[in-house]
C-alpha cells in the first residue's frame, strides 16, 4: 500500500515538472510570438508609405488576393547626401494569381518620355528625382497605359545589406565579365552584397550595354525572392533582415498584403516570364543621350501587360 502511495506521489512529481517544462517552454514561445510580432509591427509602421500624392486623385489602396492581378513598381535608388537620387532600377512586375504567371519587365533608366506632372520629357529615371515615388508612378503608368498598384522602393546600398543578411544570393552568369579588379565568370556564381551590387551595375563592359545590366538585376531580384520566400532563411535572422529592411525598403503593401503575397509566389513554382526593350534606340536630343522604343514594341509589351493584368 505504502510502495503505491510513493508511486503514486512521484508520477504526480513527474506530471508536475513536464507541466512547468510545457509552461515554461509555452511562455517563452509566447514572449517570442509577442516580441517578434511587436518587431514586425514597428518595422512595418517604418517601411509602410501609403502612395496617397499621385495625380490621380481616384486611385485607391488595392488589397493583395489570391484572386486579383496587380502590378508592382519596383525602384532602385542610389541615394547620395544633399541629392535625391535617380531611379537607376526601374522594374514593373505584374501578378495574376488565378494563372499563377508572373511578367516582370525592366525599364531602361535612360527611356525618353512624358514625365506626368513635370511638364517636360526627359529621361524616365529623372522622374523619381523632380517627384519622388508619386511622380515615378504616374509616369510609369502613362508610358506604359496599365495601373500601378504598388510600388517597392529600395536603397541600392542597403540592397546589399538585405542580401548580406540572407546568406548571398547564387545564379546562372550567361556572359564572362570583369569590372576593375572584380571577376564574374560564366555559369553559375554566389555573390554577397558588394559582389552583386558591382554585378548589377556593369554596363560598359557588356557589349549588350544597360540591356545586358536589365538581365542580371532581374537575376538578383529574382535569386533575392526566392531566398527570401524561404521562411527558414528568413525567420533565423529575422532581427537582422527587420533592422535592414526598415533602413532601406518603403512600401505600400500593408502586413496582410505581404502574407497573401508569400503565399502567392510560392505557388508561382518560379513561373515568371521576362519582358525587355530589344528594338530601340539611341539618340542624342540637345547632346543628351535617351534611349527610344520601338513605338511597335511598346504597343506589344502595353498589349500583353494589360491582358496579364485582365
Known amino acids: 500500500m505504502e510502495k503505491n502511495t510513493k508511486r503514486t506521489k512521484e508520477k504526480k512529481s513527474k506530471k508536475k515538472i513536464w507541466l512547468w517544462i510545457v509552461g515554461g517552454l509555452l511562455t517563452i514561445f509566447l514572449i517570442f510570438i509577442g516580441t517578434a510580432y511587436y518587431t514586425i509591427q514597428k518595422t512595418m509602421n517604418k517601411i509602410n508609405t501609403p502612395l496617397i500624392e499621385t495625380t490621380d486623385e481616384s486611385k485607391e489602396q488595392k488589397i493583395v488576393t489570391k484572386k486579383d492581378p496587380f502590378s508592382v513598381l519596383m525602384l532602385g535608388v542610389d541615394e547620395r547626401k544633399d541629392d535625391s537620387g535617380r531611379s537607376d532600377t526601374m522594374i514593373v512586375i505584374t501578378v495574376n494569381p488565378e494563372k499563377q504567371s508572373m511578367k516582370m519587365l525592366s525599364i531602361p533608366r535612360d527611356t525618353r518620355t512624358e514625365i506626368i506632372g513635370h511638364n517636360s520629357v526627359d529621361k524616365i529615371n529623372h522622374a523619381y528625382a523632380f517627384g519622388g515615388v508619386p511622380m515615378a508612378v504616374d509616369t510609369v503608368e502613362h508610358f506604359l497605359d496599365i495601373p500601378i498598384d504598388y510600388y517597392v522602393f529600395v536603397n541600392m546600398d542597403g540592397f546589399l545589406q538585405i542580401i548580406d543578411t540572407i546568406g548571398g544570393v547564387t545564379i546562372d552568369n550567361d556572359m564572362d565579365l570583369t569590372f576593375d579588379s572584380y571577376h564574374f565568370p560564366k555559369g553559375e556564381i554566389t555573390l554577397d552584397g558588394n559582389?552583386?551590387?558591382?554585378?548589377?551595375?556593369?554596363?560598359?563592359?557588356?557589349?549588350?550595354?544597360?540591356?545586358?545590366?536589365?538581365?542580371?538585376?532581374?537575376q538578383i531580384i529574382e535569386a533575392v525572392l526566392k531566398k527570401a520566400s524561404s521562411t527558414s532563411s528568413i525567420l533565423l535572422k529575422a532581427t537582422d533582415m527587420l533592422d535592414v529592411v526598415g533602413d532601406n525598403v518603403r512600401m505600400n503593401f500593408t502586413m496582410k498584403?505581404?502574407?497573401?503575397?508569400?503565399?502567392?509566389?510560392?505557388?508561382?513554382?518560379?513561373?515568371?516570364?521576362?519582358?525587355?526593350?530589344?528594338?530601340?534606340?539611341?539618340?542624342?536630343?540637345?547632346?543628351?543621350?535617351?534611349?527610344?522604343?520601338?513605338?511597335?514594341?511598346l504597343e506589344k509589351i502595353k498589349s500583353e501587360l494589360k491582358a496579364h493584368l485582365q
Do not use: C, H
Not at 508561382?268 to 526593350?277: A, I, K, T, V, Y
Not at 539611341?282 to 543621350?289: A, E, F, L
Open 195 to 218: 559582389n552583386a551590387l558591382i554585378f548589377s551595375r556593369i554596363r560598359y563592359e557588356d557589349p549588350r550595354g544597360d540591356f545586358g545590366r536589365q538581365i542580371r538585376q532581374r
Open 257 to 297: 498584403d505581404l502574407i497573401q503575397l508569400q503565399s502567392i509566389y510560392k505557388n508561382m513554382d518560379g513561373n515568371l516570364e521576362q519582358l525587355s526593350f530589344k528594338e530601340g534606340d539611341g539618340k542624342r536630343i540637345d547632346n543628351i543621350w535617351y534611349f527610344i522604343p520601338k513605338v511597335t514594341e
